[in-house]
């Protein structure tokens, strides 16, 4: 399903910039290279990418500082690639509007898997009124979850849980972001909400709740539904 | 500074105003003596007086110096020729008789006096000498039982007050031959000393200041102290006279007492200094060759493996057989970079622990993920309780820890053995067992198994010897502990213990 979207990679390290042009040409990408940030953002607005892969390392500004620059107007996926790892770093970078945060060294398969699952998630406008993982079915309208075509009983707030990671499938979703937009502002604080609805979720939708694929655990930065 | 006066005049010889009260206190019981016995003025018992004067002659040379005792035998003489030999208040004596008594009388008293004086002389000298190595023995003991130059000091200065007067200072060298330390037991009693005078003694090594040829008009009076392989440095005091002749010797022996005492302590820790840098010597060095090795091997398989195939066209199976290979060095070169990060990470004590709630079944099932490749050869077996509560710790320190456990383990137990991981939730805090089925710990080295850089003897897999340091510290850092143990028959077991709360039932 790889296609020939334009992806545009803000780098400044040349062996990284000559690794991601031979790994995603040859899966059919367009690539259009900026060496900074300014000329990442003219880039952005000329050749208007279907993805952006932002580094945070830039010789003339913060990557953080490119990417709400970027927020302003452009609405398609930026996947950040950056040497910085910390949980801060992350978390910001997510808040100031990164769909996902790949930290360097990468695997490559694994970055061309959340290129496809960011592109189709913004192709699709998210009002489908049924989703499909695999065997699991969520219809938004009428609230009902099946798997494997059962009938899968889910309190409210299980579903609304469920429906905004689906809803917002291949993104990683901050805790804090989850625990707002289900439980609400003054919830923020409360992660052993978010544990516990997890685990029941997962116990009720994966296959082997001990080794989620669809509800993914993002090490102290949130959660992600995997497709 | 009185008490320190008092013990001047006793330490110093007889002053002239003591002398001439001595001579007039002998001449005063000479003449009352004289007077007492005025009643025995007769012919028949002036010999009688002879003894008395004679027996307080004897008296007064036992507490009276030389020329007292002299000058009273002499006025004994004359006194009992004038007033009580026949015919009195004359010089003359009549009988023949008296004469020679009066000849015998004078020498009696003489000799009498003389060698009362010396025997109590040379007993007091025989005190004095036994008072002064007393003094030594005690000064060499006190300084053999301090340890540490500022002890030693201390010591050298009490002992110093205690039989000297004045209060000494000391000036150190720093183990270049050069002065640069001022030290006083009383720093309000500012006998501030000369570094200028100071120096001089110690290049010259040989005393100036006050009451010596070379005075530099310094009130204070500075005598170098004189080691066999080191000069330690030089003590000034303050003396108002000269150390007296007879009192050099026990001085200098005093002071020869001290310089061994300060440069035995000044090679100690010269010693100790050399020690320590051939430790950390040895320290950088097997650094720098561990980490030069870890390094340089993956670089070298990576360098290698793409060299073939970009340079002699190998088959698909070997060609993707050397990707494999330069995919695994690659791994192996970030878990070094990793540990590196987080050794110095937790080195600068820049861990900053981020307590939230986790499950621990989520933590777990990230680590198996993450090692899923190096855990495959193994049966892992985790045991977590059903009703195992949410805990509070922070996710990406514990991940690491957990990683690097079962890492070590799939890295010493042999392919198909068991690894087992049980948690439980104990007493306020999370426990952690894993346990392998490999040789185990060497029994020697368990202890020291969780230091930096260490590695066993004869250790078969690679490594810096950092994973289980950082294990410790990040659990420390959550004020968790870690140990490690054997297990029968075979197998090496680390448990973790990490307090934590866990969330109260109302709360979820």
């Excluded at chain 1, 993805?51 to 390392?57: K, Q, S």
């Excluded at chain 1, 804090?176 to 544990?195: A, C, D, F, S």
Aim: glycine fraction near 6%.
């Amino acid at each position: 399903m790889d296609g020939n979207e334009v992806i545009l990679i803000i780098d400044d390290e040349l062996q990284i910039r000559r690794l991601l042009e031979i790994t995603l040409s040859e899966k059919g990408y367009k690539i259009v290279m900026s060496l900074n940030g300014k000329e990442g953002i003219t880039d952005a607005a000329t050749h208007h990418p279907a993805l952006v892969i932002l580094d945070l390392g830039l010789p003339d500004m913060d990557g953080q500082e490119v990417l709400t620059k970027l927020r302003e107007w452009y609405y398609k996926p930026i996947i950040v690639l950056s040497v910085r790892n910390s949980e801060e770093e992350i978390i910001k970078a997510l808040d100031n509007g990164a769909n996902d945060y790949l930290t360097k060294p990468f695997r490559t398969g694994e970055l061309l898997a959340r290129i496809r699952a960011a592109i189709r998630s913004s192709d699709h406008t998210g009002d489908d009124a049924i989703l499909y993982f695999g065997s699991l079915s969520i219809d938004m309208a009428s609230h009902v979850v099946r798997k494997n075509n059962e009938f899968i009983k889910l309190t409210s707030t299980e579903f609304s849980l469920l429906a905004l990671l689906a809803k917002n499938s291949g993104r990683v979703l901050t805790h804090q972001y989850i625990l707002k937009e289900v439980w609400g502002y003054g919830y923020i604080e409360q992660t052993q909400y978010l544990r516990v609805f997890i685990a029941q979720l997962r116990r009720k939708i994966e296959d082997n709740p001990s080794r989620p694929q669809l509800l993914v655990t993002e090490s102290g930065i949130g959660y992600r539904f995997s497709e | 500074m009185k008490r320190i006066n008092d013990r001047y005049a006793k330490w110093c010889k007889l002053t002239d105003t003591k002398k001439i009260r001595s001579y007039f206190l002998s001449v005063l019981i000479i003449g009352l003596t004289a007077i007492l016995c005025s009643p025995l003025a007769n012919t028949q018992s002036y010999h009688v007086v002879s003894y008395i004067l004679l027996f307080v002659v004897s008296i007064i040379s036992t507490f009276l110096g030389i020329g007292p005792v002299l000058l009273a035998s002499t006025l004994s003489a004359v006194l009992w020729n004038y007033y009580f030999i026949p015919p009195h208040f004359t010089f003359h004596i009549e009988k023949t008789e008296d004469l020679l008594i009066f000849g015998l009388f004078f020498i009696i008293a003489l000799v009498n006096g003389i060698l009362t004086t010396r025997v109590i002389r040379q007993e007091k000298v025989a005190r004095e000498r036994e008072k002064r190595t007393n003094a030594l023995f005690q000064l060499t003991k006190e300084l053999s039982r301090a340890s540490g130059t500022d002890e030693v000091l201390k010591v050298a200065a009490n002992e110093m007050v205690d039989h000297f007067p004045g209060v000494p200072a000391f000036f150190l060298q720093d183990g270049n031959n050069k002065l640069v330390r001022l030290w006083t037991r009383d720093e309000s009693l500012s006998i501030s000393g000369s570094f200028n005078t100071a120096m001089w003694v110690f290049a010259n090594l040989q005393p100036a200041g006050a009451h010596t040829k070379n005075s530099f008009s310094d009130p204070l009076t500075y005598y170098p102290l004189l080691g066999t392989r080191l000069n330690p440095g030089v003590v000034a005091i303050h003396n108002s006279l000269p150390v007296p002749e007879e009192q050099q010797s026990y001085w200098d022996t005093f002071l020869a007492q001290i310089s061994n005492a300060l440069e035995r302590e000044f090679l100690g820790e010269m010693a100790q200094k050399v020690r320590f840098l051939d430790e950390s010597d040895r320290l950088y060095k097997t650094l720098f060759n561990s980490i030069s090795h870890e390094l340089r091997i993956p670089v070298a398989t990576i360098m290698g493996a793409s060299d073939s195939i970009l340079n002699s066209s190998p088959s698909p199976r070997f060609q993707s057989e050397l990707c494999h290979e330069i995919f695994t060095a690659s791994l192996r070169l970030n878990r070094l970079i990793e540990n590196l990060l987080n050794i110095s990470r937790l080195e600068s004590g820049h861990i900053s622990v981020r307590l939230d709630w986790c499950d621990i079944n989520d933590l777990i099932n990230k680590v198996l993920e993450d090692l899923e490749a190096e855990l495959q050869p193994f049966s892992l077996q985790v045991l977590i309780p059903e009703d195992m509560p949410l805990i509070k710790i922070d996710f990406g320190l514990m991940e690491q820890v957990l990683y690097n456990l079962l890492f070590n383990s799939t890295q010493y137990a042999p392919a198909g053995s068991a690894i087992d991981l049980t948690v439980a939730y104990t007493g306020k805090e999370l426990k952690m067992d894993i346990t392998d089925r490999g040789p185990g710990l060497p029994e020697k080295y368990i202890e020291r198994v969780f230091s930096k850089f260490f590695r066993a003897d004869g250790s078969k897999t690679g490594g810096l010897g950092l994973g289980l340091s950082i294990v410790k510290g990040f659990v420390e850092a959550h004020n968790g502990s870690v140990s490690a143990s054997n297990v029968t028959p075979c197998g090496a077991k680390f448990t973790l213990r990490i307090p934590s709360e866990i969330p109260s039932i109302s709360n979820v």
